[in-house]
Structure formats: C-alpha cells, structure tokens
C-alpha cells in the first residue's frame, strides 16, 4: 500500500526531474531505475560480505579495487564529485558487468546513458532516492 508519505516522497524526485530539465517520463523512469540498480547494488555486495563473515567464507566483492564507485562511498561526496564518479565510471562500470553480449542484462545494460543534467539535481536525487529506500525499510540502518 502506497502511504501519503511514500506518495509524497516519490512525486517530488519527480518534480526534481521536471524542474531539472528532464521531462520525458520513459527517460525519468530509466535513469531512476539506472540509480535505483547503482544503489542496489552496493546493498547486494554487502549483504554478500556479511553472510560470508557470518559463514567464515571468502568474499569477493564485485566492487574489488574500485570501493569508491559504491553507492554508500558516493552519496555523501561533494555534488560534483557524485555527479564525475556515476558520469565517468560508475556508469561505465555497471554496463561491463556482465560483458558476455548473451545475457538479458547485457542486453538492456549496454545502451545506459547518464541523463541527469547537473551535479545538484543528482545530489538532490541521490538524496531522495535514500529517503525513498529508509521509508520502505530497505534503508543502510536496517536491521
């Protein structure tokens, strides 16, 4: 169920979109989902690390030799350096993944592109995006 909070939270990151200069919804909802992936992500690989502490197993995390690309390592940087690091190599990044060119990710991954105009807006967005997570229980201080 959609609480008014949650209403509320989701249509104002789409008004930072709209007012930010990105107006096409398909093109709203693709980069929203490229950031909700980024961020995801991190969650998944440390997750990952826990279970293998927990386990006494090896973990190799996906973001080996390249920490400062992970969602948690970004969203509390300067504007500028969030919007340098997703634009330059975390994009670049998650469309390597998987760059075997059968999969379905490889797919619909090799033609992302970052259409978020100004280091604010995504500042505002990465902000948003958290708030969004923290009030569906999916926050960095779930237990």
Not at 106 to 133: C, H, N, R, W
């Amino acid at each position: 169920m959609v609480t008014g909070e949650l209403k509320n939270k989701t249509d104002r990151l789409w008004e930072m979109f709209w007012t930010g200069g990105l107006t096409n919804p398909l093109d709203v909802i693709e980069q929203i989902t490229y950031l909700m992936f980024i961020r995801d992500l991190d969650e998944t690989d440390q997750i990952g690390m826990r279970n293998s502490l927990y386990l006494g197993e090896d973990h190799i995390s996906i973001f080996e030799g390249k920490e400062h690309l992970k969602w948690s390592s970004l969203r509390d940087k300067p504007a500028e350096y969030i919007y340098q690091t997703i634009q330059g190599e975390v994009f670049p990044f998650i469309k390597s993944l998987h760059e075997d060119n059968a999969s379905a990710y490889s797919k619909y991954m090799g033609d992302a592109i970052f259409k978020v105009p100004t280091p604010q807006l995504l500042e505002k967005i990465v902000t948003a995006l958290d708030e969004l997570y923290e009030l569906i229980g999916k926050g960095p201080d779930r237990k």
